[in-house]
């Protein structure tokens, strides 16, 4: 009869411990979203300020070597 309170205990343990096991994740899942609605936040800010960016058009300039003009090749 005495280990039917021991498988009992185990039994209960690993309940309260699965319990446990369970809130602990649902916080971390909470935090992990909570970072994630934060980094989307930072990419559209970051958005706006790299669309706030003007980047000047590169005027053409005389070759050196000769009179012709080129321009940048990107």
Same mark, same amino acid.
């Given at each position: ?64 070597? @000769?009179?012709?003009?080129?321009? @940048?090749?990107?």
């Amino acid at each position: 009869m005495i280990w039917v309170i021991v498988f009992g205990s185990i039994g209960l343990a690993g309940a309260i411990m699965l319990i446990c096991y369970a809130v602990w994740l649902a916080h971390k899942a909470s935090d992990l979203f909570s970072e994630l609605e934060m980094l989307a936040v930072r990419a559209d800010e970051l958005a706006g300020l790299v669309g706030q960016i003007n980047v000047p058009e590169r005027a053409f300039q005389p070759d050196r070597h @000769s009179d012709r003009t080129i321009a @940048s090749q990107n």
